[in-house]
T-cell receptor
Framework: KAGVTQTPRYLIKTRGQQVTLSCSPI?????VSWYQQTPGQGLQFLFE???????NKGNFPGRFSGRQFSNSRSEMNVSTLELGDSALYLC?????????????FGEGSRLTVL | SQQGEEDPQALSIQEGENATMNCSYK?????LQWYRQNSGRGLVHLIL?????REKHSGRLRVTLDTSKKSSSLLITASRAADTASYFC??????????FGAGTTVTVRA
């Protein structure tokens, strides 16, 4: 089975631009979560989707948004980029339908904002 | 904000030695999980222990959970160079997310 695939792996943007990151979960997994990892704040939860519904959202400004498609693929978007948005964005999928179980992570998308 | 705090922040050991790291958390949980991350890559799930379990083993890994103290420990026995990584505890508080600790960086010297 293929693992969680995140694209792009690396990207560089400038302040004020927007970015869209993509995540393809493991086949059959319907839950997709996103996390932001920075040296200062560690791993911070962004959002979780199941069957196209957002079930939880972390404490991030409205510039951070996401969605999930009917095939369980997910995208997240960050608008009006700030320097502090530079981070490794990790997507994870899970076969669990209820509470969080084991998460399967992708390799991440490393965003640099200049 | 992070649910868990890990101790120590960094650990350096000789190959063959055991490595122990601890995790404390703040709220009631359904389960606690440990993950490994190699240098800026994705996280890999190591082990999950449910709130009604006290100890669990998986290969060279041993995890304990003390819900009365809201703490967990991860023991890696007979460490290898390949165990060099950051280790994170993560708690599931029944809210469709995991809350991660700050992590322990383990370096295994040959």
């Amino acid at each position: 089975k293929a693992g969680v695939t995140q694209t792009p792996r690396y990207l560089i943007k400038t302040r004020g631009q927007q970015v869209t990151l993509s995540c393809s979960p493991i086949s059959g997994h319907r839950s997709v979560s996103w996390y932001q990892q920075t040296p200062g704040q560690g791993l911070q939860f962004l959002f979780e989707y199941f069957s196209e519904t957002q079930r939880n959202k972390g404490n991030f400004p409205g510039r951070f948004s996401g969605r999930q498609f009917s095939n369980s693929r997910s995208e997240m978007n960050v608008s009006t980029l700030e320097l502090g948005d530079s981070a490794l964005y990790l997507c994870a999928s899970s076969p669990e339908t209820g509470r969080a179980g084991e998460l399967f992570f992708g390799e991440g998308s490393r965003l640099t904002v200049l | 904000s992070q649910q868990g705090e890990e101790d120590p922040q960094a650990l350096s050991i000789q190959e063959g030695e055991n490595a122990t790291m601890n995790c404390s958390y703040k709220t009631s949980i359904n389960n606690l999980q440990w993950y490994r991350q190699n240098s800026g890559r994705g996280l890999v799930h190591l082990i999950l222990i449910r709130s009604n379990e006290r100890e669990k083993h998986s290969g060279r890994l041993r995890v304990t959970l003390d819900t009365s103290k809201k703490s967990s420990s991860l023991l890696i026995t007979a460490s290898r160079a390949a165990d060099t990584a950051s280790y994170f505890c993560a708690t599931d508080a029944n809210d469709y997310k995991l809350s991660f600790g700050a992590g322990t960086t383990v370096t295994v010297r040959a």
